[in-house]
């Protein structure tokens, strides 16, 4: 049984550009969320996406956003890069209610 | 918002002494777990706690979810028992999952 996958593991990307992350929940899960780390730091929620909507949003900007698709995998696209949003991402998943998350990997994001 | 502090927020101890890790919360949660996250970034969720006591192996965690604390039992400390240890809230009014900043964890050989 397959955990959560994320893709890709490490990423460098410079000042001004785009970037997509990819997240593959657990078998069975419907519920993802994303989050930023940043070196040093504890993991910081962006965003939760169940039923391919965005249900809720911590306190980042408009930059970030995401999309959930039918399959329950998810997308997290930042625009307009900043050196600030160099950071582990972390994508989690879990089953709907209240049985805990699962983590994946992270995609380490370097902004040059 | 909810407050979630974790202390102490470094420790050092030899190989095979036991620690204890404690985790204070500042408003009713749904739910509570422990992570590990070794040094590739990986979080390793260790319990998902949110009332009572559970064991595993030489970890074990306890939650009184009406004193707003949890903590974290870790005994024969091995090095690789090293990283940095999160515990993680879902707040009640809307779900949302909230770190502390973590205990840092060093096991001397």
């Known amino acids: 049984d397959a955990g959560v996958t994320q893709s890709p593991t490490h990423l460098i990307k410079t000042r001004g550009q785009q970037v997509t992350l990819r997240c593959s929940p657990k078998?069975?899960?419907?519920?993802v969320s994303w989050y930023q780390q940043a070196l040093g730091q504890g993991p910081q929620f962006i965003f939760q996406y169940y039923e391919e909507e965005e249900r809720q949003r911590g306190n980042f900007p408009d930059r970030f956003s995401g999309h959930q698709f039918p399959n329950y995998s998810s997308e997290l696209n930042v625009n307009a890069l900043l050196l600030g949003d160099s950071a582990l991402y972390l994508c989690?998943?879990?089953?709907?209610?209240?049985?805990?998350?699962?983590f994946g990997s992270g995609t380490r994001l370097t902004v040059v | 918002g909810i407050q979630v502090e974790q202390s102490p927020p470094d420790l050092i101890l030899q190989e095979g002494a036991n620690s204890t890790l404690r985790c204070n919360f500042s408003?009713?949660?749904?739910?509570l777990q422990w992570f590990h996250q070794n040094p590739w970034g990986q979080l390793i969720n260790l319990f998902y706690?949110?009332?009572g006591t559970k064991q595993n192996g030489r970890l074990s965690a306890t939650t009184v979810a009406t004193e707003r604390y949890s903590l974290l039992y870790i005994s024969s400390s091995q090095t690789t028992d090293s990283g940095v240890y999160f515990c993680?809230?879902?707040?009640?009014?809307?779900?949302?999952?909230?770190f502390g900043k973590g205990t840092r964890l060093h096991i001397l050989p």
């Open positions: 706690i949110p009332s």
């Open positions: 078998s069975g899960h419907d519920t």
């Open positions: 408003d009713s949660v749904n739910n």
């Open positions: 993680a809230v879902e707040r009640r009014r809307d779900d949302k999952i909230i």
């Open positions: 989690a998943s879990g089953p709907r209610g209240n049985y805990g998350y699962t």
